[in-house]
């Protein structure tokens, strides 16, 4: 079994997030890069799938060079091997324009699953998984929380606000994958040196065979209009207690219409 797992570069959860002034595109350079961590969850899971069944995982992603690093964290994890598609045209290319790229890199490689994560901590969209789905014509088994592989089928659990529904489909397929499914493993000393030797495909968009005319901040269906910096943190009230406490907290809680 051939298994893609789509990983992303995102700035670091705790880092403070910033728009470029140029092109109101988010600032990528302004924090340090990590792995996308709900995509730690999806390549565990392919890791998993592929011990327990044989098979191959390859990671691909799409981003600056920088992203790289993100590609060899998954190779130090277990990955057989990457794809990475970069190149300065993809810069601002909005969901619709990353499930295009993202759907001809893999239809090109006919992989029998392909697993993301079920959002990116930096959009927080969990779209993209259901548009490469869709530009593949392969069903989408999305949101889960367990996945078994038996033969030609990929069944799933996926969560819901009640629970979860029991889903199945036919391979190939695209999975999703919640942060309840697993504990992502960490890479060890010796699966780092290990990374350092697989193969990873660099891949332009033209090597890609991409139309760039549909990629990019130009081809983007949303833009920014306007935005500005978060303003200072304002110094908090101080109610002083003298027997009416209670009262003149009360009548704050009213100004400031939060009852």
């Known amino acids: 079994m051939k298994i893609a797992v789509c990983v992303k570069q995102v700035p670091d959860t705790w880092a403070e997030k910033k728009l470029r002034d140029d092109d109101s595109t988010l600032d990528r350079e302004a924090a340090d890069g990590v792995m996308n961590e709900l995509d730690e ?44 598609l970069v190149d300065d045209s ?75 529904d029991d889903v199945e489909a036919e391979l190939p397929a695209v999975v999703s994958v919640v942060e309840k499914i697993n504990e992502p493993r960490y890479p060890s000393f010796k699966g780092i040196m290990a990374a350092k030797k697989k193969p990873v495909e660099t891949l332009t968009v033209a090597d890609a065979g991409l139309d760039a005319a549909k990629l990019g901040a130009t081809a983007a269906w949303t833009k920014v209009a306007s935005f500005a910096a978060r303003p200072p943190k304002a110094a908090g009230t101080v109610v002083t207690d003298e027997g009416d406490g209670g009262a003149k907290i009360a009548t704050y809680l009213t100004e400031q219409k939060f009852v």
């Open 41 to 84: 969850y999806a390549v565990e899971e392919a890791l998993r799938l592929a011990e327990a069944n044989g098979g191959e995982v390859v990671v691909v992603t799409m981003g600056p060079e920088r992203a790289a690093e993100t590609v060899r964290k998954a190779l130090s994890m277990g990955a057989d091997a990457g794809v990475h």
């Open 90 to 164: 993809l810069h601002g290319s909005d969901a619709l324009a990353t499930s295009y790229a993202l759907a001809e890199v893999l239809a090109a490689r006919n992989f029998d699953l392909v697993i993301f994560g079920s959002e990116s901590t930096d959009a927080r969209m969990s779209v993209v998984p259901a548009m490469v789905a869709e530009r593949l014509g392969l069903p989408q088994v999305t949101f889960a929380q367990k996945v078994d592989v038996d033969g030609s089928k990929v069944a799933i659990q996926r969560q819901t606000e009640y629970g979860y």
